[in-house]
T-cell receptor, first 111, second 112 residues
Framework: LAKTTQPISMDSYEGQEVNITCSHN???????ITWYQQFPSQGPRFIIQ???TKVTNEVASLFIPADRKSSTLSLPRVSLSDTAVYYC????????????FGTGTRLLVSP | NAGVTQTPKFRVLKTGQSMTLLCAQD?????MYWYRQDPGMGLRLIHY???????AKGEVPDGYNVSRLKKQNFLLGLESAAPSQTSVYFC???????????FGPGTRLTVT
């Protein structure tokens, strides 16, 4: 199963764009890349998922280079409410039971 | 739709006591999961189920048992609670392991 590496923490200000990069050097052919957001005292919430190139939804974009060994979650114009922990997961139909929510990236957005 | 619900929200146990945590989902998902999250840590998978009547061990199964007698319910049992099981427990469900998991609000368990 692909191991992921993310920064432990990031700081930003309201209105800025935030990019969180996740490294997954041994990603398998059938693996998808999924990002979750977790607020204190709540369960994680799905943000976005992708396989290759770029995926965009109403809250974020996910950039995946051709070699798929990394991915970048982009949050446009963050607000205070985006302060949370962000997890990058890599996995597919097989080995999913070994999916690991690591310690994630703790994003702090300041006024 | 209520999504994923968990009962109870909070519980305090004494060492050696037993309890059952209930997870229910109304999305007709085949896959269900139980995680634990310790302070400042990520989530670790305890047990999971790929369908009614099936269960399997995750990363940290010791001290826990599970049952999935109905598709919509996934129960997590602690037969003899230990202080090391003090944690927040999250249940989740998904249509398939590839697709997004929907999480419940969590159960905060303290074992003294």
């Amino acid at each position: 199963l692909a191991k992921t590496t993310q920064p432990i923490s990031m700081d930003s200000y309201e209105g800025q764009e935030v990019n969180i990069t996740c490294s997954h050097n041994n990603i398998a052919t059938n693996d998808y890349i999924t990002w979750y957001q977790q607020f204190p005292s709540q369960g994680p919430r799905f943000i976005i998922q992708g396989y290759k190139t770029k995926v965009t939804n109403e809250v974020a974009s996910l950039f995946i280079p051709a070699d798929r060994k990394s991915s970048t979650l982009s949050l446009p114009r963050v607000s205070l409410s985006d302060t949370a922990v962000y997890y990058c997961l890599v996995g597919g139909d097989t080995g999913f039971q070994k999916l690991v929510f690591g310690t994630g990236t703790r994003l702090l957005v300041s006024p | 739709n209520a999504g994923v619900t968990q009962t109870p929200k909070f519980r305090v146990l004494k060492t050696g006591q037993s309890m059952t945590l209930l997870c229910a989902q109304d999305m007709n998902h085949e896959y269900m999961y139980w995680y634990r999250q310790d302070p400042g840590m990520g989530l670790r998978l305890i047990h999971y189920s790929v369908g009614e009547g099936t269960t399997a061990k995750g990363e940290v199964p010791d001290g826990y048992n599970v049952s999935r007698l109905k598709k919509q319910n996934f129960l997590l049992g602690l037969e003899s609670a230990a202080p090391s099981q003090t944690s927040v427990y999250f249940c989740a469900s998904s249509y398939s392991p590839v697709y997004e998991q929907y999480f419940g609000p969590g159960t905060r368990l303290t074992v003294t």
